[in-house]
């Protein structure tokens, strides 16, 4: 286990420093491919601008998986739809990963464990899916985010 959080150390360190400027990938400025917007809706995923999210002051963003609902605070920074849909795909899909990208995103939540934002892995994945979509990382985080994009467009057999 040593090892591996060595090699996660490594490459979230790469990810960070050295790939800080990998394009973000959607099209329409918020960062978040169209196809996984378009499969929210399918799925009856609604998102509302808000004064106030439903957690009130302090939450600029929200994501209620039973209702499929995210709320953004106007004028939220611009990760945190992507963040909320990141809650929407690991709910989504997390049931459904494979072994390995369980012990990645276990030993991410590890390694960032001190960070407050990073509270559970479900936060883990919702952080790191924002940082993908608007720009700031590479590697195996991308791919992981990409792995759990196709488990949820079901193209993983
Ligand atoms: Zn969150």
Redesign the pocket.
Known sequence: MKTVKRIIALVVLCSMVLLPVSAARGADGTGVPPEIQQKFLEDGGTVDYVDVTCMGPGYN?T?RHGRKKIQVQKGAPEDVLP??Y??YIYHSTILRWDAEHRGYLTALHEFFKNDPRFSSE??TF??IYSWSCTGATGGEMREMVEYAEDLLLNTVK
């Open positions: 963003g994501y963040h909320e990141g809650h479900n936060e919702a952080v």
